[in-house]
Nanobody, 115 residues
Framework: QVQLVESGGGLVQAGGSLRLSCAASRSINSINVMAWYRQAPGKQRELVVIARNGGSTNYADSVKGRFTASRDNGKNTLYLQMNSLKPEDTAVYYC?????????WGQGTQVTVSS
């Protein structure tokens, strides 16, 4: 069992930056795939970025060049640095872990970008 707790969301003006964190309750060394998803009001949840052990990442086209995901396995934490934020980035951001035996989701953190 893994609990994921996101933090770092908030209200920011367009063009600003936020850094999200996802703290896991135990070691993430054995979790190859972690990811950030987001869900805007009235829309389906969508993948933002996949972050694998070893450092490889895959980003949604909408965030390429603006968002950077990273993992600190020593701190059991996944990060998402979001720069040049746009109003269309407004959503609840969720952390996801694809564990050996189960898949886990965090409770989400709200990001609101004002124009």
């Amino acid at each position: 069992q893994v609990q994921l707790v996101e933090s770092g969301g908030g209200l920011v003006q367009a063009g600003g930056s936020l850094r999200l964190s996802c703290a896991a309750s135990r070691s993430i060394n054995s979790i190859n795939v972690m990811a950030w998803y987001r869900q805007a009001p009235g829309k389906q949840r969508e993948l933002v970025v996949i972050a694998r052990n070893g450092g490889s990442t895959n980003y949604a086209d909408s965030v390429k060049g603006r968002f950077t995901a990273s993992r600190d396995n020593g701190k059991n934490t996944l990060y998402l640095q979001m720069n040049s934020l746009k109003p269309e980035d407004t959503a609840v951001y969720y952390c996801y872990a694809d564990g050996p035996l189960a898949r886990y989701w965090g409770q989400g953190t709200q990001v609101t970008v004002s124009s």
